[in-house]
């Protein structure tokens, strides 16, 4: 799902982010003023703020979004908190935030592994196939005395 660094931190998911937009992609699945709200109209489900559905999807439960390190990339990219940004700019806001946040995501991986392919590729083709000749070890250097 997403990569932990060493120093214990974890790279954003697309998948989750992709499943969190899925989860509040529909108007009457969002809220603002808190992570969770329970149906009030009998058929709907239940409503998220983005923090609680990025804590729904990621931990299967609404009330932990420290736990996401999505959060923390979501609030950079929009620049302020992620339950401030819900509330103040709304539900299309905050489809659109994630859409931007998916996109770059899938672009830095996509670049990654082309990369990774370049890298692979150099090493199939080995050193004469790019310019490189390795240096020669038979021969013993000569030494010169000075005096």
Partial sequence: ????HL???QTPSVEVLKETRKLIFSKRNW??????????????GPSYCILGALSQVRTGVPYSPWACPEV???????????ASFNDV??????????DVAIENLETREKEFFDISDDIQNLE???PKDVGVQP????????????G
């Fill in 89 to 98: 700019y709304g539900h299309a806001a905050v489809i659109a935030l994630l």
């Fill in 1 to 4: 799902m997403s990569q932990i």
């Fill in 31 to 44: 809220s603002r003023g808190g992570f969770y709200k329970r149906p009030l109209v009998p058929g709907w």
């Fill in 135 to 146: 240096v020669s070890t038979d021969v013993e250097p000569e030494l010169q005395l000075i």
């Fill in 72 to 82: 923390r990339y979501l609030s950079s990219l929009c620049g302020k908190g992620l």
């Fill in 7 to 9: 120093d214990g931190s």
């Fill in 124 to 126: 199939d083709r080995g």
